[in-house]
């Protein structure tokens, strides 16, 4: 799917031929090559010496839903057509909030680093992630996939550094019962089978996403684990590593396509939903970040964390309000941002802190070599683990546009950059406490809250609204669309208006079962 790069630090210093040898990706390994370096001829060579018979353009469209579009190849000719021209599709009913019917028509562009097999299909398919293009040939403003493209070049050219960004998947296997060998109400995190039903498909998917170009770091059952009227609800993760930003959206796009693939092959069901129930682990999908020069990591500096990365969490922090309407996009998302859950409410940082919004987790800045004292006949080992550090913006969920998300995290780790007082903001925001716990509420009370609603975040949207659009990077209409959907909801009091009530709260749970 994506050509995701190691840096050229000695833990990742890995050649392009160890690359490729252990790439699970099918075209990598046929044509011998990055997926950077893929070109049309490439795809074409592979389509006809693999049997190929049918191409699948796919792209995300305002729902943040993978897209299908499907051809037969005819011939030679046809095939050339379709990987050279690309297809029309119906704009208004892709983006219907940002696309006047009367000039509807778009044209999708495949992207070829983007092309992987598909790994569900009887009908032998090369998929290609598409982009989005107007009448006069011009990237469409309001897709997310160029307003994402679009952040990270103005990132660049102001900066001269790079983003890279990978999120944490979180979500529920819901499925009939088996009291064998039952995991222990919400205490299922990292547990193994048996007591972990899901193992199996969560490993199947990883296998997938892999062969379809994510690169994955590891998966495993999460916290959440309960039973209720016959049905088991089951937590798991998949978690990615950091890559290239406009690759990172690729890969959860296409991972939640490949997961509820699954689980429609299995009979069961996944929900990447927020909240599917009261006083239980929700989901969320946490974003980690960090900003690079010429291929290294800028996050520490002499072992600490470094200004720039302090600065970048000032952007996040001072944006935050306003990011919850590209991350947190439908009512349930704010019945799991409440306190004593493990999810942020509070606007501030720390380290380890798993109550804050952002957090520093743990790096590999010890210099201690914990690897040879684990094993004593190992001496020659690798260094430069701190390229590993990133920084986690704690409170999207699976309801985000992963495209507009990760635009706007773009723009506020700029922001946070080109702020005057960045590093001072940063100071007090920063907390080294649990601030759910009673004792510490008069910290809480010095610091800003989250929206707790979608009505809230479309208001806070509303008023920074001048730093997305700034640079042409967030086009006025889709904010203008995106504000009008947000309030939609009219949800400004819904949290305490259905508060205790099982029925009503269950019944906005269905509602949204199937978001993002």
């Known amino acids: 799917m994506c050509a995701f790069h190691f840096t050229s630090n000695t833990i990742e210093s890995i ?5 490729i040898s252990l790439n699970p990706n099918l075209l990598v390994h046929f044509l011998d090559k990055s997926t950077d370096d893929f070109t049309k001829t490439d795809l074409k060579r592979y389509i006809e010496a693999n049997g190929i018979q049918m191409v699948n353009f796919r792209y995300s469209a305002a729902d943040s839903r993978l897209k299908t579009l499907n051809f037969i190849i005819k011939d030679r000719h046809h095939l050339d057509s379709i990987l050279s021209a690309g297809e029309r599709v119906d704009g208004s009913s892709l983006f219907p909030n940002y696309v006047e019917a009367g000039s509807s028509d778009l044209y999708v562009i495949p992207r070829y680093r983007t092309a992987f097999v598909n790994p569900f299909s009887e009908i032998p398919a090369l998929d290609i992630l598409c982009s989005f293009y107007d009448k006069d040939g011009q990237p469409f403003s309001n897709s ?12 660049k050219q102001r900066t001269g550094l790079s983003f890279e960004v990978m999120g944490e998947l979180e979500y529920y296997i819901i499925a009939a019962q088996d009291k064998l060998y039952e995991a222990a109400d919400q205490r299922g995190y990292h547990e193994s089978s048996p007591f972990c039903k899901w193992e199996k498909l969560r490993t199947e998917a990883m296998q997938a996403i892999a062969k379809c170009g994510g690169y994955i770091k590891y998966g495993h059952s999460e916290v959440g684990n309960f039973t209720e009227a016959g049905l088991s609800y089951e937590q798991n993760e998949i978690e990615f590593t950091p890559v290239k930003l406009e690759d990172a959206a690729d890969q959860l796009l296409i991972a939640k396509w490949i997961l509820r693939s699954l689980a429609y092959k299995y009979g069961v069901t996944i929900t990447f939903a927020p909240k599917i129930t009261t006083g239980k682990a929700g989901s969320g ?3 980690h970040t960090r900003l690079m020069k010429n291929g290294s990591s800028v996050m520490l500096e002499n072992g600490k964390l470094s200004d720039t990365a302090k600065k970048a969490i000032a952007g996040y922090l001072d944006l935050s309000q306003s990011l919850t309407a590209f991350g947190n ?11 004593h859950q493990e999810a942020p409410t509070n606007i501030c940082w720390g380290d380890r802190n798993r109550s804050v919004l952002v957090r520093v987790p743990l790096g590999w800045g010890s210099k201690q070599n914990m690897i040879s004292d684990a094993n004593p006949r190992e001496i020659d080992t690798p260094t430069g683990f701190g390229s590993r550090q990133t920084v986690e913006f704690r409170c999207p969920d699976g309801s985000a546009d992963v495209y507009l998300l990760f635009a706007g995290l773009t723009v506020a780790a700029r922001h946070g950059i080109e702020m005057e007082n960045g590093l001072e903001f940063a100071e007090k925001t920063y907390v080294d406490v649990n601030i759910f716990e009673e004792k510490h509420k008069g910290r809480v009370s010095q610091l800003k809250q989250l929206p707790v609603s979608c009505w809230d975040s479309a208001e806070a949207l509303e008023k920074q609204r001048h730093l997305f659009e700034a640079h042409n990077i967030f086009p006025p209409m889709l904010l203008d669309g995106l504000i009008r959907y947000l309030k939609s909801f009219r949800d400004q009091n819904l949290r305490e208006t259905i508060k205790g009530n099982e029925k009503e709260i269950m019944k906005l ?3 949204y079962l199937h978001c993002g």
Do not use: A
Not at 15 to 19: G, I, K, Q, S, V
Not at 144 to 155: A, G, Q
């Open 285 to 287: 999908m946490h974003v």
């Open 144 to 155: 997310p996939e160029y307003i994402l493209r679009k952040s990270h070049d103005v990132l």
């Open 15 to 19: 050649t392009m031929n160890d690359n």
């Open 509 to 511: 749970v269905n509602n």
């Open 329 to 339: 996009m439908i009512p349930t998302s704010y019945f799991r941002l409440v306190p």
